[in-house]
């Protein structure tokens, strides 16, 4: 025995004094069973943590069967007594116990609620940070890179697709695996490529003004009117310079990385074979990702297809067809293109020293555009497919890896040059490149024995804040703004 799905309507709202109420009304309802007499209808509202909890109602029906509805009591809750405010939603708990004294009896429905405290994974409100975070780890080369997803989920997923295929039912593919578009990532497809732009004009004008240094025998990078004296260099010949670098001036490649790509005008059809690479056109990976997302440059175009394909297994059983591959994209004056803003390759030489007091304008600009590229690249790569070498730093945009054999790390004989395609991150598609946070650039050098002092951050970070930019809130634990770097005669008394 219930109520109706209208005998109950709570409602919870909020004025403007910080006060939240709930008004629960009782509506008409009919009942045909019979009762004792001498009971009380009653029933309450309970919400735990609360001093006010209790909300009473006694309606006594007068030898009628009709049981005429009420309005309950309004009860308070202080900001301060609910255990969570705007994290927590606030449930109802609601108990009948009655017995009307009439010919008629009342029963109803039990709704059990309670206020609880939403539990945050990783401990942690969402956009709050650690006061300080550990420095990224240096994976090591002779070892190959951990899969993104859990191996045991792909061999799950792979003994899935195995038992559909000897079923002979087909692959269940959503787009954009089945090669359709997905259409609410074309804008986001398109503000990546235009904050992609304005990311690559801006460090090209902060670097006439910004001094950056690079390791000619290694990766290293630094920001900063003079190299650090940390001994960390690996290049060939550090044994003899005692493990420091070798700084020579850097560039745009050495601050913003260039991940490069194949550019495919039909992702799903022929793979790249090692005798045909040359046939195909080498593009940044963030701009191919974002053609593949739906993004049209006329140089580069992609085959958009209006018929999803199918698989079985492993194996594409329907792709509409081969399609023929327009020639790769050839030009007479190539600095004359539209296209040439997309690459880094003489960014540095295009664009004039910006006047001083555009400078921290500019540098704000970066640092958003920066922002945009990283978060739309995120959303990007939810949904389309892209992979890497677990060995080398080689990026592929596509459902698979291409046949070049030009991987040459880690035990590269054994797989006679072949890349050892895995899913990529994020990092690897558009790598953050951490380099040491430097509070002063025009002080004194940054020194080995205060190593563990030191903060770190991603180099277009770095090169932003120091032409004036704000600095995001995800960076600010790693660079360890609140750690006072101590004199070298301090560094042994600090615990």
């Not at 025998?217 to 920001?223: A, F, L």
Request: proline letters at 9%.
């Amino acid at each position: 025995m219930c109520f109706s799905q209208k005998a109950l309507n709570p409602e919870l709202s909020a004025d403007f004094s910080g006060k939240y109420f709930i008004e629960a009304t009782l509506f008409d309802r009919k009942e045909t069973e019979e009762e004792e007499e001498g009971e009380a209808s009653k029933f309450w509202i309970n919400a735990p943590d609360t001093t006010n909890s209790i909300i009473f109602m006694e309606s006594i029906s007068q030898g009628a069967s009709t049981f005429t509805g009420a309005c309950l009591e309004i009860m308070e809750f202080q900001r301060s007594q609910l255990s969570s405010l705007s994290q927590c939603p606030l449930y109802l708990k609601l108990e009948n116990k009655w017995v009307l004294k009439s010919r008629a009896l009342v029963s109803g429905t039990s709704t059990y609620a309670c206020q609880r405290p939403r539990q945050h994974t990783g401990g942690q409100k969402p956009g709050t940070y650690p006061q300080n975070m550990d420095l990224p780890p240096i994976l090591p080369k002779k070892k190959k890179k951990p899969y993104p997803i859990p191996f045991k989920e792909i061999q799950k997923a792979a003994r899935k697709d195995k038992k559909l295929a000897e079923k002979g039912i087909e692959k269940p593919l959503e787009p954009p695996k089945n090669g359709l578009l997905v259409p609410d990532l074309i804008p986001v497809a398109y503000e990546v490529l235009d904050a992609w732009k304005v990311l690559i004009k801006g460090l090209a004008q902060l670097l006439h003004v910004i001094p950056v240094y690079g390791c000619s025998e290694c990766s290293e990078v630094h920001v900063a009117y003079a190299g650090h004296h940390i001994q960390d260099c690996k290049g060939p010949s550090s044994s003899r310079r005692r493990g420091l670098h070798s700084w020579v001036k850097g560039s745009i490649n050495d601050i913003l990385i260039p991940i490069e790509s194949y550019h495919l005008y039909d992702p799903f059809g022929r793979r790249i074979k090692h005798d045909t690479r040359f046939e195909y056109d080498r593009i940044p990976a963030i701009v191919e990702l974002c053609i593949q997302a739906g993004v049209d440059i006329p140089e580069y175009p992609s085959r958009r297809r209006t018929q999803p394909i199918r698989m079985l297994g492993k194996k594409v059983i329907d792709q509409g067809g081969y399609v023929e591959e327009p020639k790769p994209w050839r030009s007479a004056n190539p600095s004359s293109s539209s296209i040439v803003d997309l690459d880094t390759c003489g960014a540095h030489g295009r664009y004039p020293p910006p006047p001083p007091e555009d400078v921290p304008i500019i540098a704000q600009e970066t640092m958003n555009a920066h922002e945009i590229v990283r978060t739309g690249v995120t959303k990007l790569m939810k949904k389309y497919s892209v992979k890497a070498c677990g060995y080398c730093s080689e990026v592929h945009v596509g459902p698979w890896g291409h046949d070049a054999k030009l991987c040459g790390e880690f035990k590269h004989q054994w797989r006679d040059g072949k890349h050892g395609w895995q899913d990529a991150t994020v990092a690897e598609v558009f790598p953050p490149n951490y380099v040491w946070h430097v509070q002063d650039p025009k002080g004194p050098p940054l020194r080995g024995a205060l190593k563990r002092f030191y903060g770190k951050a991603p180099a277009v970070v770095e090169v932003c804040m120091q032409a004036g930019a704000q600095i995001p809130n995800r960076y600010k634990p790693m660079m360890r703004l609140d750690i006072i770097v101590p004199d070298s005669e301090e560094a042994g008394s600090v615990a």
